[in-house]
């Protein structure tokens, strides 16, 4: 099968619903032309037009709330943030307006929108651009967030994502962008809220979600070295959650860890943690481990940052210290 | 704020208002339906303060007394592919685009027979089949969704317009000079109404904006048209926005409009201290000289279209309708338990459609 990167499948994906659906547009700073921050529109103008493509002024709060309005009267949105850090100046419209039409309306109202860009540590960017927060999103309800951790799942992901009647957040990579995994050439798409086991293992269970599963999966291989077999479940979206597919993977291997980009206090693994708990108590012969962020501000320096985020060393070890804990 | 020298200079206006075709070729019985209009909505705003005062209606009820003319001229020169939006001061535009009273009073009860289902509120009344995207809770938080509206119009090349009315207080948000910006660099057919009543919650306008004279003039730095007009005779409303709409349509370019209007009340009924901030003597000079409903009597009788008793009839019969508003919403179920979780998701509202797996809500 031939590979492409993230950055082209998530593309590809854009083209095909462009081409599927004359009411997608896709909005955002510099994605027509100058080809995209990240070069993920590269082309798409020249291509489709001003009309579908098209740059606005650095107005996060006002470009939002314009697709949230046009999502209103039916049209579908597809709107690029560069990096996450700049969704929290469109806040109040993505919480207070994409999130809360519907139900403030009684159900009368739709807002069929897409906001995507990359959320993301690990480029020496500094506190203000490193931002990992879909429990923000995941945390209101009203909104639906989906994370790929790689290409394949990004361009089936992102093509239900759009054609999704409710707002959805997809939360790319930036360190993804560039990597290559198998994609195939005819269309698929992939529904939210099924978690995918990337890896079988009966040792113990990794749940991940966007570039912590590829940290999970690279963990695994190590340990797999030693003779530790572990399972890596991908969330693929945070709400909906696939939380069934995790409880399984417990049940075969009574032993979790979570590994999330998010920091740790109030985190997505905080929420998978108590279902674990709540659901498949009996399974557990040890406690629920976890590999977060550090519970920082993104730092500078380059070995301090790699440090601070979830690694396959931090997961290495925690994945150690979890299979030492006596069973009961 | 208004003063008699105002209310004279307007005089003018008026005069050429009426001429205008808008108004001229309007039919005694349109004119008599738009004066029973904002009576409608007065008997409303008063029989729901009193709820509000039976403790039958909760959390914000921020009146429209006084600044009906707004709504109802305004919403009157609208046509069928227009549409509009306004903030949390939403009942005037409600009623003046046909919601009936008895969904509106339910709302403010919360009760299930409410427009929003009772998941709304008073800040948050919605009829998207009467093209109106409803009343919006946070301040200037519904400038971009009307651009939004007229940006679907324009990409889908219907022949429309979208109002967004917003308040005096929201000129000072950055998302509404986001808003101008975008519709002035796009060109985009949207019409932002301020509904200038003079003060944003207690600070008067003097004290929260830096201007010269009029709100409106901000529009100039974004190359936009703009006129500000003193908005209490319906005339003058229906004149001035049937001239931007049409405007509008024709060029595909933003308005910004200032009304200038009054309320009586305070910012909300919550804020019973409103005289703090300003003067008895300043809210009596507007009601005896200003106020819409009187000015469009006299200028109805004035020109033998109307007679007292008809008024009188109109009264009675709009306070009939909202005490039958009270009491339906009085006699309504409140939602169900089941329903707190509905509404939020398109998808889960949908079972039979549903596409995505896994768990959309989550319990404690």
Redesign the interface.
Same mark, same amino acid.
């Given at each position: 099968m031939r590979e492409i990167t993230y950055r082209e499948a998530i593309k590809e994906a854009l083209i095909e619903e462009l081409e599927r659906d004359d009411q997608v547009v896709i909005m955002g700073e510099e994605v027509a032309h100058y080809n995209g921050a990240y070069k993920v529109t590269e082309g798409l103008l020249d291509r489709f037009g001003d009309k579908r493509i098209v740059d606005t002024p650095i107005s996060e709060a006002g470009f939002i709330g314009l697709g949230i309005g046009a999502s209103m009267l039916g049209m579908r949105p597809v709107m690029e943030l560069m990096f996450w850090s700049f969704s929290y100046v469109a806040f109040d419209q993505i919480v207070n307006n994409a999130a809360m039409v519907r139900y403030m309306s009684g159900g009368l109202i739709n807002v069929p929108i897409v906001i995507r860009g990359p959320a993301n540590g690990g480029t020496n960017v500094g506190a203000t651009h490193s931002h990992t927060p879909e429990n923000f999103i995941a945390y209101t309800p009203g909104l639906k967030v989906v994370c790929p951790s790689n290409a394949y799942d990004a361009k089936g992901l992102m093509k239900m994502a759009i054609r999704d009647n409710d707002p959805v957040y997809v939360m790319e990579n930036t360190l993804l962008y560039g990597q290559t995994w198998e994609v195939p050439e005819e269309e698929y798409i992939i529904p939210l809220g099924k978690a995918d086991v990337k890896r079988e293992g009966s040792d113990l269970s990794i749940v991940a979600h966007g570039r912590s599963t590829i940290t999970a999966l690279e963990a695994a291989t190590k340990l797999a070295e030693d003779g530790i077999e572990a399972e890596v479940v991908d969330l693929r979206s945070i709400r909906p959650l696939d939380i069934d597919t995790v409880l399984e993977s417990v049940g075969k291997t009574n032993r979790v860890l979570l590994v999330d980009e998010n920091k740790p206090f109030c985190g997505v693994s905080s929420q998978i943690s108590h279902m674990i708990q709540l659901e498949a108590f009996d399974y557990l012969d040890a406690p629920i481990r976890r590999v977060t962020s550090i519970d920082s501000p993104a730092i500078y320096s380059d070995p301090l940052e790699k440090e601070q985020l979830p690694n396959p060393a931090r997961v290495d070890k925690a994945a150690r210290a979890l299979l030492e804990e006596v069973s009961v | 704020m208004a003063t008699k020298k105002t209310a004279r200079a307007s005089a003018g206006p008026v005069a050429k208002a009426a001429k205008a075709k808008i108004n001229s070729s309007l039919s005694d019985d349109a004119k008599i339906g738009l004066l029973e209009e904002m009576i409608r909505i007065r008997r409303f705003e008063e029989r729901s303060l009193r709820a509000y005062q039976q403790g039958k209606i909760g959390g914000f009820l921020h009146l429209y007394i006084g600044q009906e003319s707004v709504a109802v001229g305004s919403l009157s020169v609208l046509g069928e592919n227009d549409?509009f939006?306004t903030a949390y001061r939403d009942h005037g535009h409600a009623l003046a685009c046909g919601m009936t009273m008895n969904e509106c009073m339910a709302e403010l009860y919360g009760k299930v027979t /409410?427009?929003?289902? %009772?998941?709304?509120g008073s800040m948050?009344f919605?009829?998207?089949d009467k093209n109106y995207?409803?009343g919006? /809770?946070?301040v200037a %938080?519904q400038?971009?969704?009307?651009?939004?509206?007229a940006?679907?119009?324009k990409?889908n090349n219907i022949e429309g317009v979208?109002l967004c009315y917003l308040g005096d207080g929201a000129v000072n948000q950055?998302?509404f000079h986001?808003?101008l910006?975008?519709a002035a660099?796009w060109d985009i057919p949207v019409i932002y109404i301020i509904e200038n009543n003079g003060y944003s919650m207690g600070t008067s306008e003097a004290r929260s904006s830096k201007f010269t004279g009029s709100l409106a003039k901000r529009a100039e730095g974004y190359d936009m048209a703009w006129e500000s007009v003193v908005a209490n005779h319906i005339y003058v409303v229906r004149e001035a926005t049937d001239r931007h709409v049409r405007y509008a349509k024709e060029t595909s370019k933003p308005v910004l409009l200032e009304l200038k209007t009054y309320r009586y009340r305070g910012h909300s009924v919550a804020d019973a201290n409103s005289e703090k901030y300003r003067t008895k003597e300043e809210i009596q000079n507007y009601q005896d000289t200003m106020d819409p409903i009187n000015v469009f009597r006299k200028t109805l009788i004035d020109e033998g279209v109307i007679d007292e008793d008809r008024v009188k009839q109109i009264e009675k019969s709009a306070k009939d309708e909202a005490n039958a508003a009270a009491k339906f919403a009085d006699e309504s179920d409140f939602p169900s338990v089941d329903s707190i979780t509905?509404?939020?998701?398109?998808?889960t509202?949908n079972p039979d459609q549903r596409?995505?797996?896994?768990?959309?809500?989550?319990h404690s």
């Open positions: - | 549409h939006i /409410g427009c929003s289902r %009772g998941k709304g948050h919605f009829a998207p995207w409803g919006h /809770g946070i %938080g400038t971009p969704l009307g651009l939004g509206l940006y679907a119009l990409y979208a950055g998302v986001e808003s910006n975008l660099l509905e509404d939020v998701y398109w998808e509202d596409q995505s797996g896994g768990r959309m809500f989550f």
